[in-house]
């Protein structure tokens, strides 16, 4: 079926470094996705979102790219510090999906110091 | 106030109680949401309302009754349920429309004896 997947289960970084963190979707409806943050114990917590009509999109100290052509998806997290450390979701969903959003299975990024 | 609240924080329940999980959000949301979350795997939509009407049900068994008795809260009636049922229960709020971003609640962690 329709799914969003992870290329890494968990990714360890030491601090300071830049974290990537990748994702795969395979709807080529999709036309909307975001990335959540979820540390223990917390809901997900919403880091930034993209449009299918963009390639790029920056927050702070987080950048989101876009390829629809291969559908994929990376977050970009710049100096990672230890309170980074927590799991990292992707979502997708599509206009007209009634705010569907299908979750990929995550990533855990481990910040060492 | 850009909070979702959930009460209760953590629940233990027999397999022949009857429970209830409260969420409530004031950011003037029309769309909510409840998602079931297993330990490491992504949350998993259960039911969306729309305008406080059930818009999505993804086959969850009846033994879970959604209720939305306005605009602001969220409940989910518990019943019969079975252990395999124990998992963290997130509630989430966004726009009814447009591409717009789920705001997640800290969630409910039910136990099943």
């Known amino acids: 079926g329709e799914s969003v997947g992870l290329h890494l289960p968990t990714l360890s970084v030491q601090e300071g470094d830049n974290s990537i963190i990748n994702c795969a979707y395979s709807n080529s409806a999709s036309d909307y996705f975001i990335w959540y943050k979820q540390e223990s114990g917390k809901g997900p917590q919403f880091i930034i979102d993209?449009?299918?009509?963009?390639d790029k999109r920056q927050g702070q100290r987080v950048t989101v790219l876009l390829n629809k052509t291969v559908k994929h998806l990376s977050l970009q997290i710049a100096a990672t510090q230890p309170g980074d450390s927590a799991v990292y979701f992707c979502?997708?969903?599509?206009?007209?999906?009634?705010?569907?959003?299908?979750f990929g299975a995550g990533t855990r990024l481990a910040v060492h110091p | 106030d850009t909070e979702v609240t959930q009460t209760p924080k953590h629940l233990v329940m027999g397999m022949t109680n009857k429970k209830s999980l409260k969420c409530e959000q004031h950011?003037?949301?029309?769309?909510m949401y409840w998602y079931k979350q297993k330990a490491k795997k992504p949350p998993e939509l259960m039911f969306v309302y729309s305008y406080e009407k059930l818009s999505i049900n993804e086959s969850v068994p009846s033994r879970f009754s959604p209720e939305c008795p306005n605009s602001s809260l969220l409940n989910l009636h518990l019943h019969a349920l079975q252990p395999e049922d124990s998992a963290l229960y997130l509630c989430a709020s966004s726009h009814s429309s447009g591409y717009n971003e789920q705001f997640f609640g800290p969630g409910t962690r039910l136990t099943v004896l």
């Open positions: 979502a997708e969903t599509f206009s007209g999906g009634y705010n569907k959003l299908i």
């Open positions: 993209i449009r299918s009509n963009m």
């Open positions: 950011m003037g949301h029309r769309a």
